[in-house]
């Protein structure tokens, strides 16, 4: 197949988690034997054109349109602080200027032939939606998550984009039944939706690939030695629940007094986790290291230690806890509301791999994951059932295969 | 803000060089070394120029990420 995708964002250039999704998914299309075009945003004075890895990668130049952004957008942009509107102006222009190329250009003049045409969340929502007008092609829009799930109230506009996405699309392909679910409760009909699982690299991800005396080195140098490791890795945002799991640690210690919590994340609450961490008194205990660091050594944390805890809020699906689980952790995870990695983990029976828990209870997170640090059998059979779990379910050429054939359905006439 | 990402740590004679290149490049904020990788910071949108630089002296860009 021919594929265009619109994508906020794609490598080298990344915010957040989509571009891992973008690069990883893209990346086993081409091996086997898809054709892919990408769009997308260009983040400063980027190359606009580009070939990643046998992608071709279109990145059009965007310029800053706050200034006539009133004159015509919707009534609560207009309330935005200046930044976030300058980036709605960019948004809407990396979407139109692309959809144009893609028309115009490649299609009109070059006379390039595609076979579908798929926008990922609504920051490129509106480039797939005008394509799918101009070029007759199928049209797949992907939910990675909703502006209800991200910031509850959210804005009106970005319902709408998302909602017009919705209704356009030929099928909606989510990443955990979790968001089905809450699609259907926002009105998306269900028979256009289809779920596909993120994935991780389990080659990659491998514990295999890592020497006791290079994970003790590394150990050493976080001031861990010894001491029983808990990580943490994500956005230290309310959503993610680090300063829950900050809150649940006195408890934790009255059990395992040499425990540490290692957090590896930057974000609006590291003022208000420095404060808790002060004020409850674990100073000792709680390692934060706010930066950005590269995949090998992120890998590294994981290798290190004895249980991974995610106890978000909100959750579509939640890669984080599928590196851990592929890694050979045991994990302990948020499962209220919208929880993708409730579906990953098996809290219970012979393939356990973790514990769910109640993200917004400290208390709760403190059982489970004291469970966890106190029996080394359990901690050993988790890992062990987790990685084995990530190999058969949540590889990305398993992902690749199960979005393709949501693909062809529509290319197949079958919808 | 802008987070350029190394697959290698910068420390010593290097970075300070390496500082002193970038100084002459607008927003450049600062080098943070890890454990095995760097992160170079700018306050600002456009960085192709520095990041010629920092391919120039061989150094692996693994990510740019974007933080808001």
């Known amino acids: ?415 | 803000m802008k987070h350029i990402l190394i697959k290698e740590k910068i420390n010593g004679i290097k970075k300070k060089e390496l500082e002193d290149k970038l100084l002459e490049f607008k927003g450049f904020m600062e080098i943070k070394s890890s454990y095995k990788s760097s992160e170079i910071v700018f306050d600002e949108k456009e960085i192709s120029e520095p990041l010629n630089l920092i391919k120039k002296m061989n150094l692996i860009v693994e990510r740019i990420v974007e933080y808001r």
Request: hydrophobic content about 40%.
């Open chain 1, 1 to 415: 197949m021919k594929l265009i995708h619109f994508v906020d964002e794609f490598p080298p250039f990344f915010r957040g988690g989509l571009g891992t999704y973008a690069m990883e998914l893209t990346r086993k299309f081409i091996e086997l034997g898809h054709d892919v075009t990408v769009f997308s945003r260009n983040t400063g004075d980027d190359p606009t054109r580009d070939v990643w890895h046998g992608v071709e990668v279109h990145r059009p130049l965007v310029v800053d349109i706050v200034d006539i952004l009133p004159a015509f957008i919707p009534g609560d942009v207009k309330t935005w602080p200046v930044e976030s509107q300058r980036f709605f102006g960019e948004t809407l222009l990396f979407n139109l200027l692309s959809a144009s190329k893609l028309i115009k250009h490649m299609t009109g003049i070059d006379n390039r032939k595609f076979d579908v045409i798929a926008s990922h969340d609504w920051l490129s929502a509106l480039g797939g939606i005008i394509s799918k007008k101009n070029l007759n092609l199928p049209f797949i829009f992907h939910f990675h998550s909703t502006e209800q799930g991200r910031v509850r109230e959210g804005s009106p506009t970005v319902k709408d984009i998302e909602r017009l996405a919705g209704m356009k699309s030929d099928l909606i392909v989510t990443v955990s039944y979790a968001m089905r679910d809450e699609l259907i409760s926002l009105g998306y009909p269900e028979r256009k939706i289809r779920v596909v699982y993120n994935g991780v690299d389990t080659e990659k991800y491998d514990p295999e690939k890592f020497r006791n005396d290079e994970v003790e080195a590394f150990r050493n140098e976080i001031g861990i030695a010894d001491d029983p490791m808990i990580l943490f890795i994500g956005r230290l945002t309310w959503v993610k629940g680090a300063d829950t799991l900050v809150r649940a640690m006195p408890e934790i210690l009255k059990n395992h007094p040499d425990a540490k919590l290692v957090l590896l994340g930057m974000g609006e609450e590291e003022h208000l986790i420095r404060h808790l961490i002060k004020s409850l008194g674990v100073e000792k205990n709680v390692i934060l290291h706010p930066k950005y660091v590269s995949e090998e050594e992120r890998i590294l944390y994981y290798a290190a230690c004895d249980v991974a805890v995610f106890p978000s809020k909100y959750e579509p699906f939640g890669i984080v806890c599928t590196e851990a689980m592929s890694m050979g952790k045991p994990v302990v995870v948020g499962a209220r509301g919208t929880s993708g990695m409730r579906e990953q983990v098996i809290p219970a029976g012979s393939n356990i791999c973790g514990f769910h828990i109640n993200p917004y209870d400290p208390s709760d997170i403190a059982i489970y994951v004291s469970r966890v640090l106190e029996d080394d059998g359990l901690r050993k059979e988790m890992g062990k059932n987790a990685r084995i779990r990530v190999i058969e379910n949540f590889t990305w050429r398993k992902i690749a295969e199960d979005t393709l054939d949501v693909y062809a359905e529509v290319v197949d006439g079958g919808v």
